[in-house]
């Protein structure tokens, strides 16, 4: 269907978000900081934060120079913190394998701790200028509308990349502002629970549109409520730790106050496991 392409590429010259990622000369490491930051988490939220860490970090032997501690401190609330400690392992792999620089080839992102097909691809494409398809979320809706009909899009599969490069324009700067362009109307036009079907620039060749907007079912995983479970009594035990000294704070006085104790006894030890903090001596620290 590459009849896609050019109505949507004219649609993004003209109504693109100005995000500090588009921005001419942005780099690869900025990029590639952005794509962690943006996983599960919306964008007017990221924005401070990349700012403050490209601050702090301009380049990957930046990053690598700190602590473990220093980039689970910088990622703050962002949630999911596991990122900043991939992306600081990302950097010390890039230093050590790449002599600082962020790789271009897809397989050689793919190497790196914490990158996964769509960071690799989003990479390569909109830091490098690659021809690849990029498939996120709602690159995914767009397809399962406009192409197959659907309302909603069924869970990933390894498909999606094939599904997406049969859109691809030939030429590279083309086929990389299709990829940006097909997140970009996912994102602000053809959303999830209310789609803006009369602001959108291929609804006269949309499937979905033709076949009356049939309601095709919705088999995306829900994300459990995050009020009172195990992620709430995690994101609290790192906020505690953030805000301590290096030397961290026994365990016993970890959250002691915390309504549910086996929860809080949970959190702690998980978030051991996954070393985002350690413990030593009865007490509980962010890495070093």
Known sequence: MPELAAPLIEWYRKNARELPWRAPGF????????????QQTPVNRVIPHLDAWLTRWPAPTDLAAAAPADAVRQ???????????????????IRDRHAGVVPRGVDDLLALTGIGDYTARAVAVFAYGDRHPVVDTNTRRVIARAVGGRSQPGPPTRSDLADMAGLLPAGREDAAMFNAATMELGAVVCTARAPRCDSCPITHICAWRTAGYPDTGDDRRRQARYEGSDRQARGAVLKTLRDADAAGIRTDELLADWSDPHQRDRAITSLADDGLIELVNGSARLPH
Do not use: D, I, K, Q
């Open 27 to 38: 780099g690869a490491w900025g990029t590639l900081v952005s794509e962690f930051m943006l």
């Open 75 to 93: 990622w703050a609330n962002l949630g999911y913190p596991r990122r900043a400690l991939w992306l600081h392992r990302a950097a010390v792999e």
